[in-house]
């Protein structure tokens, strides 16, 4: 596994719970260098003194050198974890999704807010429509599978997509790689309620189509 160490002083944004490690913060990063070059290998981070920090994502190729998974030592990063907080995610905004228009866009997951770096959910249409996923980080892409999983047994919903960002994407290093994960791909033209009004969208893309 990589170790990061971080410069002394650095820390405090991390200890005061900035999720975020930028590569101007870390003094040197130790591990094999096929894991160094890989986004989102999982890192031990350590201060200067080399107490336990967190552990993080590492991403040599992100501007955000690491993305914090926990601060707990004890804590491994594995599926069961994934699961864990994709289950708690949807559990946190259940009732508001059963309450939400259909033809709405929710936000189920929340990337940081639900530890879970670079990742944003969208659901549309219930547990017969879509769950629009977005992998824009290289940790949470490196867990797609058991991510996806987990929303699959959450939700109860059979068809999730990935929708790629293709600059955020650029950004961490990774591929473009849209297209269904799960079920049937949804389709290019559906009628989104945004600001109360319904417009055509295109939710594999976000794209609005003139009316």
Known sequence: MLIITIKQGKEKGLLAGDPWIYASAIEKVDGKPQERNRPG??????????????????????????????????????????????????????????AADPQALFLLVDGEKDGLPGLLVHSY???????????????????KVPVVQALLAATGCRNVYERCDLLLRKGEGLPNTPGALAGD??????????????????????FTYPR
């Open 41 to 98: 290998a999982t890192a031990i981070v350590q201060s200067s003194a080399r107490q336990f920090l967190a552990r993080a994502a590492y991403n040599a190729k992100s501007q955000i050198a690491a993305r914090v998974w926990t601060l707990r030592e004890d804590e491994p990063i594995d599926h069961a974890m994934m699961k864990r907080r994709v289950q708690a995610a949807v559990a946190r905004r259940g009732e508001a999704l059963r």
């Open 125 to 143: 249409g219930g547990k017969d429509g879509f769950l629009v996923c977005q992998f824009n980080a290289g940790g949470v892409d490196l867990w």
């Open 185 to 206: 791909e949804p389709p290019s033209r559906l009628m989104v309620r945004d600001a109360g009004r319904l417009v055509p969208m295109d939710i594999r893309t976000g």
